[in-house]
């Protein structure tokens, strides 16, 4: 597939992933919450396949929870898949992988696709999104981070980005696509995938960006969404889509209800 994508150089990824996100409690409340409500009460999650997965520490961090059958990471930046095969020691099937996800001919399917902050750290953010549904099994889930807002979103790296510079003392950090969607574009672009999902849910809360972010959003929702690929009937001419949304009232009621006064009592 042809792709615009950055390859990613910078060695501060290497030194920021191989000692942080390593672990169950060194991932966000967002994210662990999406876990424990995908894998309900199921303690094997099966197959997962991890986009942008860095120094792999999804797979240390999962395992302490559930039990995975196999793990396959890959990563953009070369120096962090060399670092996962040397480091990762995890009694589980694991495979790394180094390149552009949009390059990779995985020629099958997994319960679990995740890309957490992955696909809108690059420039190719909807044909990551695209690729990685088409590697979810049939029951199986996508789970993604994006960062939201009611106002219009952004996908332009010259008003919207992030140098990666997380020890503070980078002069010229490499710098990356910041994107940022607009709410109701998440549910259509979802909603839109095809096969159709059976369930799009989410779950988030504000935060500020990254103090190394250059982006005109003040405050954004920080949400992981959780996309279920149906068992069966992918065809059917009348199928259902449930949606299940965690995020702060305020928030929703701005991008998408009514503000009315409809069942207020009235003095
Ligand atoms: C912000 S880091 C997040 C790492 C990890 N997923 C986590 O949440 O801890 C994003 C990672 O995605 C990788 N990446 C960006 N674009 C990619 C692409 N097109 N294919 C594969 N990896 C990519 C980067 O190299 C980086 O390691």
């Not at 930046?77 to 992988?97: G, H, S």
């Not at 590697?135 to 952004?154: E, Q």
Request: aromatic share 14%; with cysteine.
């Amino acid at each position: 597939m042809l792709s615009r994508n950055i390859v990613y150089k910078s060695k501060q990824i290497l030194e920021f992933y191989s000692s942080h996100r390593q672990r169950w409690k060194d991932f966000y409340p967002s994210e662990q919450w999406v876990f424990k409500k995908v894998a309900a009460k199921k303690k094997i999650i099966g197959d997962v396949l991890d986009v942008g997965c860095s120094c792999g520490g999804l797979a240390a961090a999962l395992s302490q929870k559930f039990k995975i059958n196999s793990y396959t990471g890959v990563d953009i930046n070369e120096e962090t898949i060399k670092w996962a095969r040397n480091n990762q020691k995890l009694p589980i099937a694991k495979k790394f992988i180094s390149g552009d996800i949009l390059k990779q001919k995985l020629n099958r399917q997994y319960d679990w696709v995740v890309s957490l902050s992955c696909a809108d750290w690059n420039i190719e953010t909807n044909k990551i999104i695209e690729y990685c549904w088409n590697k979810v099994k049939p029951g199986g889930y996508f789970i993604i981070s994006l960062r939201i807002t009611k106002a219009a979103g952004i996908n332009d790296m010259d008003r919207s980005y992030q140098c990666i510079d997380f020890s503070g003392k980078e002069d010229n950090p490499e710098v990356v696509n910041y994107v940022v969607f607009n709410f109701l574009d998440t549910l259509a672009m979802f909603g839109g995938l095809w096969p159709r999902p059976k369930i799009i849910g989410a779950y988030g809360y504000w935060g500020k960006p990254s103090p190394t972010a250059r982006t005109p959003f003040k405050k954004l929702v920080f949400a992981v969404y959780y996309i279920k690929k149906d068992t069966e009937d992918l065809n059917s001419n009348t199928p259902t889509l449930e949606i299940e949304l965690n995020l702060p009232f305020d928030f929703l009621s701005a991008a998408i209800l009514r503000k009315s006064r409809v069942g207020c009592p009235t003095n």
